[in-house]
């Protein structure tokens, strides 16, 4: 979907080092959502938030940190990257509770950590 | 707590066949129920959702499901599978209350032969 954008599209990173992927939605969507995608293991959710001053881990979240830095932004890092983080990463976005709560997801960043 | 589960990694049909990609969830309460489809190096797309009513939920590019409360199954069906259906397809639930986020399966390949 256009309208969700994650940049950058393709990371290759060394162990140990600090990285950041980026999402933007111009949906106007308060809900926002960063997941990983393993093979075999589906999407799995990392971080999410219902407004800017609310974030919640995940599922999986040791390792991440979120910032949202806006209504239309929100940013996940590794702080400290390690091999197992190599996976492909998506954000989403959604609408209230009581708009039906589809999710709409950006392209997603390949990550390579080596 | 939530969950879903899709039993087949694979499914393979001829096409003009019909097809079913089994879903079963898990939750404590009322669910809301999504099923995503995802082409190769692209975001999941929404096929289609149930909140609440109509059993029978018709979704994009003829595809259907139906919500069995009783089985707690999320069944996605098609009548005549295309060549082009083949993708990877995703089952996701939520609970009806709370500030809760989805849980996706961990996805079934939908392999149509010509």
């Known amino acids: 979907d256009a309208d969700v954008t994650q940049t950058p599209r393709n990371r290759i990173t060394k162990t140990g080092k600090r990285i950041m992927l980026e999402c933007s939605q111009t949906k106007g969507h308060d809900r926002m959502y960063w997941y990983r995608q393993d093979p075999g293991l589906g999407l799995r959710l990392i971080y999410y938030?219902?407004?800017?001053?609310?974030?919640n881990k995940g599922e999986i979240s040791d390792g991440y940190s979120v910032s949202r830095q806006a209504q239309a932004k929100f940013s996940l890092s590794l702080e400290s990257a390690i091999p197992n983080q190599t996976a492909l990463y998506f954000c989403?976005?959604?609408?209230?509770?009581?708009?039906?709560?589809?999710?709409?997801f950006g392209p997603g960043t390949r990550l390579l950590v080596l | 707590a939530q969950s879903v589960a899709q039993p087949e990694d694979q499914v393979n049909v001829a096409e003009g066949n019909p097809l079913t990609v089994k879903c079963t969830y898990s939750?404590?309460?009322?669910?809301?129920l999504f099923w995503y489809v995802q082409y190769p190096n692209r975001g999941l797309q929404f096929l289609l959702k149930y909140i609440t009513g109509d059993n029978l939920v018709k979704g994009s590019y003829g595809f259907e499901a139906e919500f069995n409360k009783s089985q707690t199954s999320f069944h996605l069906k098609k009548p005549s599978a295309l060549v082009s259906d083949s993708a990877l397809y995703f089952c996701a639930v939520r609970v009806d209350t709370g500030r809760r986020a989805l849980t996706f399966g961990s996805g079934t390949r939908l392999q149509v032969q010509p």
């Open positions: 989403a976005t959604s609408g209230p509770s009581g708009s039906g709560e589809t999710q709409y």
């Open positions: 939750v404590s309460g009322n669910p809301y």
């Open positions: 938030s219902f407004d800017v001053k609310d974030i």
